[in-house]
């Protein structure tokens, strides 16, 4: 089973900025949709942005122009910079496929993100 990790998260303050990381444990490659997905509390997981294979990219409107998704096939990772963050971005951060069928491979442990002052 493919195993997820995902790094770098903490505790910032608003309108600063934080880059997750998420590496597979095999190949990335032929996969068709990269994305990270994150679980506030009290409220259920929700997909944030998206990457195709060919690099485009989508995002919820949440996060619209504040954070940029990224992928590295030959490192097996995506990445996630976020920037001006905001209160309500608090929540565990998590890296999947994304597809039809919902996300493919187990999640891992996720990273958490608090912002405040």
């Known amino acids: 089973q493919v195993q997820l990790v995902e790094s770098g998260g903490g505790l910032v303050q608003p309108g600063g900025s934080l880059r997750l990381s998420c590496t597979a444990s095999?190949?990335?490659?032929?996969?068709?949709?990269m994305g990270w997905f994150r679980r506030a509390p009290g409220k259920e997981r929700e997909l944030v942005a998206r990457?195709?294979?060919?690099?485009?990219?989508n995002y919820a409107d949440s996060v619209k122009g504040r954070f940029f998704i990224s992928r590295d096939n030959t490192k097996n990772s995506i990445y996630l910079r976020m920037n001006s963050l905001k209160a309500e971005d608090t929540a565990v951060y998590y890296c999947?496929?994304?597809?039809?069928?919902?996300?493919?491979?187990?999640w891992g442990q996720g990273t958490q993100v608090t912002v405040s002052s």
């Open positions: 990457i195709s294979s060919g690099g485009s990219t």
């Open positions: 999947n496929t994304v597809g039809d069928m919902g996300p493919r491979w187990d």
């Open positions: 095999e190949s990335i490659f032929s996969i068709n949709a």
